[in-house]
């Protein structure tokens, strides 16, 4: 199509599609040993090209190489390493017990690959969440395009050139671009799609699957809050909230989006929140990130001037600079639901913090939004733990810690309704792009089965009276 980009046309898009879907036959019949090769392949290229990473990312949001190593690389190399460990019991079949309407047969769960899958991954962790879906799809046995996200060029740009070192197009393939290639992609019966990013466009991309019935991932985001307890450590707390929230400026599907924070702990927080930040993040610190360009730049500002417009206020905080895509470290008091960062995911360096008298108002605020991605609960009462984690639901919670369940290689992750569909991760990221087939296994000849065959005499039907009560 003309809108393309001038290297990719919509015949190169099929024609990459269809090797690969005839590879994926190929790769079904490939041992767990083969697949790790390829894991170990693209670890030893990660690994050579880290230094090369660590700038592809300073270029794109001048985001640390240390950030970087924490937040995209540390995650690859730890699933890599479970994957490793695990993948000979994961694709193992699973047996099942046999019920006694089915005597005389075995069944089992078998694992097999769901075909060829599509990723398209965002630009906050542009490296990490393209490639950590990649690692399940290959353990999986699956074959791979991926659409890198256009907002962080060199990233993207790397991520191709780690790709075509590692894998053929037949088994792994990267289209950068625009939407216009997303949406020739998404045009193609692929066997599953692993999406990162918005609700918005979680349901463009849900509603294209939907043409081919194909299955999906859709890893989103949504409004996070955090619980404050009076009976929580409040120094502990506010050091692992800062961290949470500015990580990478707050461009983090999981990060603490607003706080809620019991009344009677008001003062003693707030100071210790702004002591923490300038702590953590003293004035143009080396280690802060940057907004990902101008656009989202505005739309941050935009949030922070409708929220000042409409009654709240900079507690700490609140510096711009449009050229260098910076915004501080922004804590806001006095917001309401009036105000559009309150409906809106921030996705940004803004915090607002609202006050609550007891857990039952705490609880109905959450439930009035949409399910979050991420919950996370301060307090050392645990019956004040069990009551936010009994009244609300999000994709996953952390207790007395931010964002560090993402790393749990054991927990699966992902939203509910709003934040997402399904899961990944560990054993669940194998699950997102394996097809669990069901196999059962009768004997020839004589069956209990067919003592219940037609036609239904009386004393068959005095069998199948007797056989009901006992299901």
Not at 36 to 53: G, M, S, V
């Amino acid at each position: 199509m003309s809108n393309l980009p001038p290297d990719i046309t919509e015949q190169n898009i099929l024609k990459i599609f269809e090797l690969q879907k005839k590879y994926a036959s190929i790769l079904k019949k490939s041992t767990v040993s083969q697949r790790l090769a390829k894991l170990k392949a693209l670890k030893q290229n990660i690994l050579k090209y880290r230094t090369e990473i660590h700038e592809a990312l300073y270029k794109d949001f001048k985001k640390s190489a240390s950030e970087t190593d924490l937040g995209e690389l540390a995650i690859i190399l730890s699933s890599i390493t479970h994957i490793s460990q695990h993948l000979h019991n994961w694709v193992a079949p699973k047996y099942v017990n046999t019920p006694l309407n089915l005597l005389g047969t075995s069944s089992y769960v078998m694992y097999e690959p769901k075909g060829v899958a599509l990723i398209i991954s965002p630009w906050n962790y542009p490296f990490q969440l393209a490639i950590d879906p990649l690692l399940y799809a290959v353990a999986s046995g699956c074959t791979v395009i991926i659409k890198p996200s256009e907002v962080t060029p060199n990233t993207s740009a790397l991520i191709k050139k780690i790709i075509e070192e590692t894998f053929t197009v037949s088994e792994v393939a990267v289209f950068e671009g625009d939407a216009q290639v997303a949406q020739s992609l998404l045009k193609l019966p692929f066997d599953h799609i692993f999406f990162t990013g918005s609700p918005q466009l979680g349901k463009i991309i849900a509603k294209s699957a939907s043409e081919h019935l194909t299955s999906t991932t859709l890893e989103l985001g949504g409004k996070s809050p955090a619980v404050i307890d009076s009976e929580t450590d409040i120094k502990d707390a506010v050091q692992k909230i800062v961290w949470g929230k500015f990580f990478n400026c707050g461009q983090t599907c999981i990060a603490p989006d607003y706080l809620l924070v019991q009344n009677n702990i008001k003062n003693e927080f707030l100071e210790n929140l702004k002591i923490e930040i300038q702590q953590q993040y003293p004035d143009y610190s080396p280690d802060y990130s940057r907004i990902v360009n101008k656009r989202h730049f505005s739309r941050i500002k935009n949030l922070l001037d409708d929220a000042l417009a409409k009654g709240a206020k900079v507690y700490s905080g609140g510096k711009l600079d449009e050229n260098d895509n910076f915004i501080s470290p922004t804590v806001l008091i006095d917001v309401d639901n009036t105000m559009e960062i309150m409906h809106e995911e921030i996705f940004g360096a803004l915090l607002p913090v609202i006050f609550y008298e007891n857990w039952q108002e705490a609880t109905d605020f959450i439930n009035e939004k949409p399910k979050p991605l991420a919950l996370y609960i301060f307090s050392q009462n645990r019956n004040f733990q069990q009551n936010i984690l009994q009244n609300t639901s999000a994709g996953g919670t952390a207790i007395n810690e931010t964002l560090a369940h993402i790393s749990h290689p054991d927990l699966p992750f992902g939203g509910v309704n709003n934040s997402g569909i399904g899961k990944t991760h560990g054993y669940y990221g194998f699950l997102a792009f394996s097809n669990e087939r069901g196999v059962l296994h009768q004997k020839t000849g004589f069956t209990t089965l067919k003592t219940l065959y037609p036609p239904y005499t009386p004393l068959k039907k005095q069998v199948i009276d007797w056989f009901l009560k006992f299901l």
